[in-house]
């Protein structure tokens, strides 16, 4: 992987450096570029979903604001939200 595209899939300069030296050490093989594609992707998931939480809370947020605040004021996180994850208003 080359570090501007490693860079771009959210690792650090130390990760890339970590596998550039291990490339230069002996080679990634398949299943550890796998490995280490896998630990991003499931990083980069994480990362999505705490996102589109956000993302939902100030959809919530600007709805509860122009309905004039009569509602009780949406929480991060509170179970209102999380019905609104994807939405768009």
Known sequence: ME???AQSLGLSLKEIAA???EDRAGGLSTERSIEIMSTQ???LEQKAAELALMAAYLRAKIGWLKGGKQEPE???GG???EGL???CE
């Open 3 to 5: 570090q501007p595209a």
């Open 19 to 21: 596998i550039g030296e």
């Open 41 to 43: 992707l499931a990083r």
């Open 74 to 76: 949406p929480e991060l």
């Open 79 to 81: 179970p209102a939200i």
């Open 85 to 87: 994850q994807g939405s």
